[in-house]
C-alpha cells in the first residue's frame, strides 16, 4: 500500500499489526500533519466479530482526550473500507526498550505512573483496555509513555461517574497472556482493576527484565497467573526498593477487591518516590540502604605511591580508579565515587569521621609499588564504624596481569562484606585475559590527565589513549578514554561539535566492537546521541545501558540526569542527580547535576542550595559561580548574580572575556550598554573561532528581540550547537515560545511530543 491513498491520506509506511488491525503511516496533506491510519487486517474484514471491534475501538478513542493516549481524529470510510485516522506516536515502543534489558528503578516508576494516569482517563469513561502489555505502549522521543490500541476495549454498561470504571462488566476471555488477570482467563467479571493487574506485570517486566508470569506453553502460564505468586522483584533483581515491590505485588493479587482501587491510586504510589524530600530520601533507586541492612557501603580511599617517585602516582591513582569502577557495577553495592574519593587523598582525618561524613560503613585503603614491568599491591578492608580489621592481602604481580587483579580484589572484597552478586555481576567481574603492558601504563597516563578536567589537560590525555592503541589497537578501555576525552571537549565546547563527536562516536564505536560490556563507552555513545544527533531514544538506550553495566557510575547518572530533564521529564531527573549525588558525595560537578536538574524544573530556590554548596567547597570552580549566578538571576538577585558571573568567566589576570552569560547578567542588572558592548564583542570573536550560538540566542530572547534570537536558534540548530538539548525547557527561551519559528524548531528536534 505503501505510495497509495487512502481518502485524503498518503500512505508512506508501515508501523506494524495486531491481532485484528493493521497500522500505516501516512500524510495529511490537507493539515500538513502525519497520522497513523488503522485498518481490519485483509484476511479479517469477513470477520464481523473482527468489524465489530473496530468500531467499538473507534467508540473508545472517540471518548478519550489524555496526553498519554494516542488521540483519535476521525473514523473515515473509502469505498468499502474503514478506517481510524489517529495521532502519529513517534518512539519505540516498551517492548523494544525491554529488549535491551531491565530500567533503573526511578525510570519503571516514572513510566508506570504515566501508563496508570492514562488507563485512570479511560476507567472515568468507563473503558476498560484488557490488552496492556508492552507492544501497546510507546515511548515518544521525549520519554514519555503513550498506551496504544484499544481494540480489546470493554465498555462498562449502565453507570456514570467514576465509579463506572469499577462496575460489573461482561464476562469475557481476551487479552494477551502473560498480561491477563485471572478473572479474565477464567471469564469473570472484568473491570478497572483488571487492568491494574496488568500494570503490575507491566511494571515486573520493566524492573526484573522478565515477565512475571511464563511456562513453556499457554496452559502453563494460565495456571500460574491464577494459581502462583510470582517471586519478588527485589528477590530476582537486588536493589530494588521495597516500596516499588509492595506496589506491584499489590496490583498482582489474584482477587480484585485486594489491588489498588484505582489506576490513578498506583500513579500516586508510583510518584511517591518523586515527592519533596532530602537528597537521600529521593534518590528513587532504592530504600534498602536505611539502616544498612541489605545493602553495603564502601569507600575506596586513594591507594598510596609506594615508590617515591611522583612521576609513577599515575599507577596508584589508576588502580583506585579501577577498583572503584569494578566495585560500582555491584548493584546491591553503594560504592563512593572517584572525584568524592579523590578529594581525600593525602588527608589525615579519622577514617570515622570520614565514614559518617559519606555515610559508608567500609572502607578500602592499599598501596602499590611499581618495579619494572612488576607491581606489588597490599589491600586492606576496614570496618570503619566499629574500628576493626576485615581482612588484608598482598598481591606481587605482572603488570600484563593487572585487569586480573582488579577483579580478583573486587570480587574478595564483595564477598568478605557479604554483598549479594546476581550473576550477570559475577560474570562481568571474571578475571580478564592479560593486558599490554605499554598500553595500561599509557591508558593510566592519559585517565590521570583527563580525570583533572581542564581543556588542556583533556587534550593531553588524547595523546596517551593514541599511545595505548599504538601499542594494542584491540584495547578497548583506550578507546573509552579516548570516547570520553572527545565527548568532554565536545560539552565543553573546546571544539566544534562535528568534530568532538564524531571522533567520540568513532572511538566509541570501534571499543565495543572489542568488549560491549565498557560502561564508560555506552556513556559516552549515548553523550553522542544527545549532544549531536539529537536521537533521545537511542541516548536513553545507550544511557540506561551504561547504568546497567555499572549502577555506581555517577558522572552517566548525572548526565542521564539532564538528558531527561531537557525533555521535560523532572521528577525523574531530580531523581537521578540526586542519586549521583549520593554516589559522589564530595563532587563539584555532581552538585552542579542537582542544581541544573531543579533549575529546569524551575524550581530555582532549591536549585541555589546546591550550587551554593558547589561554591562553597571550591570558589574559584567555574560552574559553581556561573551556574550559581544563572539561578540567582530567576529569583531577581541581579547584582548578586553578575558579581558571580564575573568572578566564574574572569581569567587568570582578572580581566573578563566577552561572554553571552555575562551579557545577559548585565542586561538583567540594568547595564544595558555594556551588556551591549559585551554581546557585540562576542559576535567578532565567532567570526574567529568556535562560540555557542544558542548563548548569543539566549541574550537577544532576555533582551526581547525575538526575531534576532531565533536567527542565532536557527544558526545552533544548524551547527548541531549541543545547549539546544534544553530548547525545550530553557527559561530565558520562556518569551520565544509562543513563536512559530520556536514551535518549528521544537518538532524539527522532536521536542514537542
Known amino acids: 500500500m505503501i505510495g497509495s491513498t487512502l481518502g485524503r491520506y498518503q500512505i508512506v509506511g508501515r508501523l506494524g499489526q495486531g491481532g485484528m488491525g493493521v497500522v500505516w503511516r501516512a500524510t495529511d496533506p490537507r493539515l500538513d500533519r502525519e497520522v497513523a491510519l488503522k485498518l481490519v487486517r485483509e484476511d479479517a474484514l469477513a470477520d464481523e466479530e473482527a468489524r465489530k471491534r473496530f ?60 501508563i496508570a494516569e492514562a488507563l485512570q482517563a479511560a476507567h472515568e469513561q468507563g473503558i476498560v483496555h484488557r490488552d496492556l502489555k508492552p ?29 463506572r470504571a469499577t462496575a460489573p462488566g461482561v464476562p469475557v476471555m481476551a487479552g494477551t ?62 536493589g530494588i526498593s521495597r516500596a516499588l515491590d509492595a506496589v506491584i505485588e499489590r496490583c498482582l493479587r489474584k482477587s480484585p477487591e485486594q489491588r489498588f482501587p484505582t489506576a490513578a491510586a498506583v500513579a500516586g504510589e508510583l510518584r511517591q518516590a518523586f515527592a519533596p524530600a532530602g537528597a537521600r530520601g ?23 605511591n609506594r615508590s617515591g617517585d611522583p612521576t609513577q602516582e599515575f599507577l596508584a591513582d589508576g588502580l583506585t580508579d579501577m577498583l572503584i569502577t569494578d566495585l560500582a557495577q555491584i548493584n546491591a553495592l553503594r560504592v563512593i565515587s572517584r572525584t568524592s574519593a579523590m578529594r581525600l587523598k593525602g588527608g589525615t582525618r579519622a577514617l570515622a569521621d570520614i565514614a559518617r561524613d559519606l555515610n559508608v560503613q567500609n572502607v578500602v585503603e592499599g598501596s602499590a609499588l611499581r618495579v619494572g614491568d612488576r607491581v606489588r599491591v597490599n ?89 595505548a592503541l599504538r601499542a594494542d589497537p584491540k584495547y578497548a578501555l583506550a578507546y573509552a578514554g579516548l570516547a570520553d576525552a572527545y565527548a568532554t ?58 547504568l546497567e553495566l555499572n549502577p555506581g557510575y555517577a558522572v552517566a547518572r548525572g548526565r542521564y540526569a539532564l538528558h531527561i530533564g531537557g525533555l521535560g521529564r523532572f521528577d525523574e531527573s531530580v531523581a537521578q542527580a540526586l542519586r549521583a549525588l549520593e554516589l559522589d558525595p564530595l563532587s563539584l560537578i555532581g552538585h552542579t547535576f542537582v542544581g541544573d536538574a531543579m533549575f529546569y524544573a524551575r524550581r530555582f530556590e532549591d536549585s541555589i542550595i546546591y550550587y551554593r554548596r558547589c561554591h562553597e567547597m571550591d570558589l574559584s570552580f567555574g560552574p559553581g559561580n556561573t551556574d550559581l549566578a544563572r539561578s540567582l538571576e530567576h529569583v531577581g538577585r541581579f547584582a548578586e548574580a553578575l558579581e558571580l558571573m564575573k568572578r566564574g568567566t574572569a581569567r587568570p589576570d582578572g580581566t573578563l572575556p566577552p561572554t553571552s552569560g555575562l551579557a545577559i547578567m548585565q542586561w538583567r542588572a540594568g547595564q544595558v550598554d555594556e551588556a551591549r558592548r559585551t554581546i557585540a564583542a562576542v559576535k567578532e570573536v565567532a567570526k574567529e573561532r568556535y562560540i555557542a550560538p544558542f548563548g548569543i540566542a539566549s541574550f537577544h530572547a532576555v533582551a526581547g528581540e525575538n526575531a534576532e534570537a531565533l536567527n542565532w536558534l536557527e544558526r545552533a540548530y544548524a551547527e548541531r550547537d549541543g545547549s539546544m538539548v534544553f530548547l525545550r525547557v530553557h527559561p530565558r527561551l520562556d518569551p520565544l515560545r509562543g513563536e512559530p519559528r520556536f514551535r518549528a524548531l521544537l518538532a524539527k528536534m522532536r521536542l514537542d511530543t
Not at 59 to 86: C, K, N, Y
Not at 200 to 226: C, H, K, N, Q, W
Open 379 to 467: 589491600v586492606q578492608l576496614v570496618d570503619a564504624l566499629a574500628d576493626r580489621g576485615l581482612w588484608a592481602k598482598s598481591y606481587d604481580r605482572d603488570l600484563t596481569d593487572i585487569l586480573a587483579l582488579q577483579s580478583e580484589l573486587a570480587s574478595a572484597i564483595a564477598e568478605e562484606i557479604r554483598v549479594k552478586v546476581t550473576p550477570a555481576e559475577q560474570q562481568r567481574l571474571q578475571p580478564r585475559g592479560p593486558v599490554n603492558a605499554a598500553a595500561h601504563v599509557a591508558y593510566l597516563r592519559g585517565r590521570a590527565l583527563w580525570n583533572r578536567w581542564s581543556t588542556a589537560e583533556v587534550r593531553e590525555s588524547i595523546a596517551c589513549f593514541e599511545e
Open 489 to 546: 571537549l565536545g560539552s565543553t565546547r573546546a571544539i566544534a561539535p562535528a568534530e568532538a563527536y564524531t571522533k567520540a562516536r568513532q572511538a566509541a564505536e570501534q571499543g565495543l566492537a572489542f568488549d560491549e560490556t565498557l560502561s564508560e563507552l555506552h556513556a559516552s555513545l549515548a553523550s553522542v546521541f544527545r549532544m549531536y544527533d539529537w536521537n533521545w531514544p537511542s541516548a536513553e538506550r545507550e544511557f540506561l545501558r551504561a
Open 282 to 304: 529521593l534518590a528513587g533507586e532504592s530504600d534498602s540502604s536505611e539502616s544498612g541492612q541489605g545493602f553495603r557501603s564502601l569507600l575506596v580511599l586513594p591507594f598510596e
Open 177 to 238: 497472556l502473560p498480561y491477563m488477570a485471572p478473572e479474565q482467563i477464567q471469564q469473570r467479571v472484568v473491570e478497572a482493576r483488571t487492568d491494574v493487574h496488568a500494570l503490575g506485570a507491566l511494571l515486573y517486566e520493566m524492573v526484573v527484565g522478565e515477565p512475571a508470569f511464563t511456562g513453556s506453553d499457554p496452559v502453563s502460564v494460565m495456571y500460574r497467573i491464577v494459581n502462583e505468586v510470582p517471586s519478588p522483584a527485589g528477590q530476582k533483581r537486588p
Open 135 to 163: 507492544r501497546n505502549v510507546v515511548i515518544t522521543p521525549a520519554g514519555r509513555a503513550k498506551v496504544l490500541d484499544f481494540g480489546l476495549a470493554h465498555f462498562v454498561a449502565g453507570v456514570s461517574g467514576v465509579s
Open 55 to 114: 468500531r467499538i475501538e473507534a467508540r473508545a478513542l472517540s471518548r478519550l482526550l489524555h496526553p498519554g493516549i494516542a488521540t483519535l481524529f476521525d473514523l473515515d470510510q473509502d469505498g468499502d473500507v474503514e478506517f481510524l485516522v489517529m495521532e502519529y506516536v513517534p518512539g519505540e515502543t516498551l517492548a523494544d526498550l525491554l529488549s535491551h534489558g531491565a530500567l533503573p528503578e526511578a525510570r519503571a516508576r516514572s513510566l508506570g505512573a504515566e
